[in-house]
T-cell receptor, first 115, second 111 residues
Framework: AQSVTQLDSHVSVSEGTPVLLRCNYS??????LFWYVQHPNKGLQLLLK??????LVKGINGFEAEFKKSETSFHLTKPSAHMSDAAEYFC?????????????FGTGTRLTIIP | AAGVIQSPRHLIKEKRETATLKCYPI?????VYWYQQGPGQDPQFLIS???????DKGSIPDRFSAQQFSDYHSELNMSSLELGDSALYFC??????????FGSGTRLTVV
């Protein structure tokens, strides 16, 4: 079985300050992990993904995430928040078992940027 | 709590056939999104509807069409199916652009 937990449903940061969105997962096998962003009325956009290569993954728009197996975490960070970062963020775990993909979404974290 | 319901859970079709997938959003959710995830691929956004009108369009093939009905459920129609259409199709619903909830998906296998 696999699951993903986004620890904060809502995060507010001031523009120019660091962003931290937390995600913990559980999986019986080595999973692939993703962060997606969804702006209002738009489809999901992939920020970055981890697929058992480098544990520090760099994504688009200055975001990065670090896979920590010992902590079963995949937190998303950005050094300096921008107003355009205001959106909903989803942590996703994907398990491929004998060719059957299973995708599990977290419940999302709404990021608000304070001017 | 009610969740996003997708039907069927699994579907097997032959090439060139037509398939219809259904998505029932959470009550009072006004927006539905459709995604496709092929084997070993990332989910790809297909299309979304807000208040029964198409609100955004992604990489949806011309052979596919979708609509949202008066009760807010949505159907994804796929014609002239190809082997490459085999994928997990899942939908999500939201209200006022936030609070997205994803369904469990429909696994389509084209043989």
């Amino acid at each position: 079985a696999q699951s993903v937990t986004q620890l904060d449903s809502h995060v507010s940061v001031s523009e120019g300050t660091p962003v931290l969105l937390r995600c913990n997962y559980s999986s019986s096998y080595s999973p692939s992990l993703f962060w997606y962003v969804q702006h209002p009325n738009k489809g999901l956009q992939l920020l970055l993904k981890y697929t058992s290569a480098a544990t520090l993954v760099k994504g688009i728009n200055g975001f990065e995430a670090e896979f920590k197996k010992s902590e079963t975490s995949f937190h998303l960070t950005k050094p300096s928040a921008h107003m355009s970062d205001a959106a909903e963020y989803f942590c996703v775990v994907s398990l491929s078992n004998f060719g059957n993909e299973k995708l599990t979404f977290g419940t999302g974290t709404r990021l608000t940027i304070i001017p | 709590a009610a969740g996003v319901i997708q039907s069927p859970r699994h579907l097997i079709k032959e090439k060139r056939e037509t398939a219809t997938l259904k998505c029932y959003p959470i009550p009072r959710h006004d927006t539905v999104y459709w995604y496709q995830q092929g084997p070993g691929q990332d989910p790809q956004f297909l299309i979304s509807f807000y208040e029964k009108m198409q609100s955004d369009k992604g990489s949806i093939p011309d052979r596919f069409s979708a609509q949202q009905f008066s009760d807010y459920h949505s159907e994804l129609n796929m014609s002239s199916l190809e082997l490459g259409d085999s994928a997990l199709y899942f939908c999500a619903s939201s209200q006022d652009s936030y609070g997205y909830t994803f369904g469990s998906g429909t696994r389509l296998t084209v043989v």
